[in-house]
Structure formats: C-alpha cells, structure tokens
C-alpha cells in the first residue's frame, strides 16, 4: 500500500509523495484549517510572564517605543549638564578651555601617580631571582642596548 502522510491540520491522511504532499500542502482546505490552528492560542499564553516571547500590541510597542526615546533623551540632557554643556548651542571657546583643563588635570596627576608607583610582583609569585628574565622587572634606568644583538 505504501507510505501515508497524516496531516496533523487537517486531521487526515493520504499517499505520500511529492505530487500529493505538495496539492495539499497548497490546498485552500489545508491553508485554513492551519489557521485556524493558530487562532486557537492567538491571544492567551499558559507561560504568562515567563514567557520568552513578546504578546505586545501595537499600541502597546509604540508606547513602549516612546518612553524609550524619552528616557535617551533625557539620559543626554543629564550627561551634558554634568559636562558644563549648554548643547549645540555652546560656543567652541568654552568647549577648548574645558578641554584644555581637562587634559592638564590629567597630565598632572598622571606625572604624580608615574613617580609614586613602583611595580610589585603579585603575591604567591616565586622570588624574583627564580623568575624568567621576560617576568623580571625592568631595572630603573631600563634595559641596556647591546649594539652586537641581531634580531631575526
């Protein structure tokens, strides 16, 4: 008798092979009774809030899009105030001077932190003299440049 194919829509079975399977598939009766099997769960979901799937509306998404819009919006207004930035709006001059303090504040306190820091081997390391030269430190006026040394 050969294989069947049961069609779970349209509760019904019949020969299976290419010509058959492809006449139902695209068939007016198949196509309806398969939406319908999807309208039956359109609108409820067993799962609730655990569901990994979004059950928004339309209206619901544009309100949602809305109040993420708002909140960038005034994300950027918090940071630009934190900046001393009127917007667009601030003249170049004010924006260079801030710049300007800025990068000497850094340059300053980076001079301080290079001279106060001293590098220190993690702890649980072996000692020093056991280490590879590749992990030892370099010695304060740095390495010596051998001019005999071939790189290759």
């Given at each position: 008798m050969g294989k069947r194919y049961f069609c779970d829509y349209c509760d019904r079975s019949f020969q299976d092979n290419l010509h058959n399977r492809k006449k139902h598939l695209n068939g007016v009766q198949h196509l309806r009774a398969k939406k319908?099997?999807?309208?039956?769960?359109?609108?409820?979901c067993d799962f609730g809030s655990n569901c990994r799937f979004s059950h928004l509306t339309e209206r619901d998404l544009e309100r949602l899009s809305a109040q993420v819009h708002e909140e960038r919006r005034s994300r950027e207004?918090?940071?630009?105030?934190?900046?001393?930035?009127?917007?667009?709006?601030?003249?170049?001059?004010?924006?260079?001077?801030?710049?300007?303090?800025?990068?000497?504040?850094?340059?300053?306190?980076?001079?301080?932190?290079?001279?106060?820091?001293?590098?220190?081997?993690?702890?649980?390391?072996?000692?020093i003299q056991d280490l590879p030269p590749s992990l030892r430190a370099p010695p304060p006026g740095g390495w010596a440049l051998q001019s005999s040394a071939q790189w290759g």
């Open positions: 319908g099997w999807f309208d039956r769960f359109r609108g409820q207004q918090q940071l630009q105030q934190l900046d001393g930035t009127d917007g667009p709006e601030a003249g170049i001059e004010e924006w260079l001077e801030r710049r300007a303090l800025r990068l000497n504040a850094a340059q300053s306190s980076g001079a301080l932190s290079a001279k106060s820091s001293v590098f220190q081997y993690p702890p649980g390391w072996p000692p």
